[in-house]
């Protein structure tokens, strides 16, 4: 995610809603999202919050308004810029999500380069990848001062 899409209130995120909308089924399509599960977030390669599923969709998109539907009431729902980079038609999962928590601090965790916005570690190979975490490096700089700026507000 950006960082304009972890909004802040009380030092937490307001974080109501992951979404993964891909062209050909993606991690969280394949593996399943369900209650309860824990969902790790991340604002570029940095992991900065976890929340828990409150409820989750999974299913075939012809329209992206059809994933934008079901978002209503949330961040996302209206910002286009969020929405823009998504493909037209492919493969989705919505999940509500609730009890978000800033980390206390980034770090690098996963995969630098696949785009992942969020995360349900549901095996060891994925606990062991996503959740070994490695300090921010120095090109990471202006994300971690957006971090610690999100965790003040």
Do not use: C
Not at 22 to 44: C, E, N
């Amino acid at each position: 995610m950006q960082p304009e899409h972890l909004q802040a209130r009380d030092g937490r995120p307001r974080v109501t809603v992951a979404v993964e909308a891909r062209d050909r089924p993606g991690p969280a399509f394949k593996q399943g999202v369900y209650p309860d599960d824990v969902v790790w977030i991340r604002m570029g390669p940095l992991l900065v919050a976890r929340a828990t599923v409150k409820i989750a969709w999974k299913g075939e998109y012809a329209f992206i308004r059809e994933l934008r539907d079901r978002t209503k009431g949330s961040e996302l729902q209206h910002d286009d810029d969020f929405w823009q980079g998504k493909p037209k038609i492919g493969y989705a999962v919505v999940a509500t999500l609730q009890n978000a928590r800033f980390l206390p601090e980034p770090a690098l965790a996963g995969p630098r380069t696949y785009g992942y916005d969020w995360v349900v570690v549901e095996n060891d190979r994925k606990r062991e990848t996503w959740l070994t975490k490695r300090p921010p490096e120095p090109k990471d700089a202006p994300l971690v001062e957006r971090f610690n700026e999100l965790v003040s507000s």
